[in-house]
Each structure stands twice: as structure tokens, then as C-alpha cells.
């Protein structure tokens, strides 16, 4: 299975977009776009799915319920 990251990053580089593009287009910053594509952050919530499937159609589909968590990570960030 994959986490939204992956299925993110996938729509993304489906749509040739940068991340600061889709941060653009979606009115997000790009910290948060990078966040949520390495797992750093929650999954979104609806308002900012709702921005990024404006710019990305394919993230309409997702059922984020049924992805993978993120990866656990320690205090300095690296994967558990």
C-alpha cells in the first residue's frame, strides 16, 4: 500500500509540476507540500485536500482512510 506521500508525489510528477509549483497553484507553501510528500506531517485535512485537488484531479479519488500511515520517526526526524 502507499502513504499519501507517495500517492501525492505521484500525482504531482504525473501533472509535471515542481513542488514549488503545486505549492503555488495550491496556495500552499512549499515547506508544507515537501511535509506532506516525506511523511512529516499528518495526512491533510479537507480544506487542504481540497486545495491540492483542485490543482492535482486525482487526489479527489483518494480515500486517505485507506493509505499507510506515515513511517514512524524518532525526535531528530529519521525514520524509526
Same mark, same amino acid.
Given at each position: 500500500?502507499?502513504?499519501? /506521500?507517495? +500517492?501525492?508525489? *505521484?500525482?504531482? %510528477? #504525473?501533472? /509535471? %509540476?515542481? *513542488?514549488? *509549483?503545486?505549492? !503555488?497553484? $495550491?496556495?500552499? #507553501?512549499?515547506? $508544507? +507540500?515537501?511535509?506532506?510528500?516525506? /511523511?512529516? #506531517?499528518? @495526512? @491533510? ?5 481540497? *486545495?491540492?485537488? !483542485?490543482?492535482? @484531479?486525482?487526489?479527489?479519488? +483518494? ?6 500511515? @506515515?513511517?514512524?520517526?524518532?525526535? !531528530? /526526524?529519521?525514520?524509526?
Amino acid at each position: 500500500m502507499a502513504t499519501f /506521500g507517495d +500517492v501525492l508525489r *505521484q500525482a504531482r %510528477l #504525473s501533472a /509535471g %509540476l515542481t *513542488q514549488p *509549483q503545486l505549492a !503555488k497553484h $495550491a496556495g500552499l #507553501s512549499r515547506a $508544507a +507540500v515537501w511535509r506532506l510528500e516525506a /511523511g512529516r #506531517s499528518r @495526512p @491533510p485535512n479537507q480544506e487542504t485536500l481540497a *486545495q491540492l485537488a !483542485k490543482v492535482l @484531479p486525482d487526489l479527489a479519488r +483518494v480515500d486517505i482512510a485507506t493509505l499507510d500511515p @506515515p513511517a514512524p520517526r524518532t525526535r !531528530k /526526524g529519521r525514520p524509526v
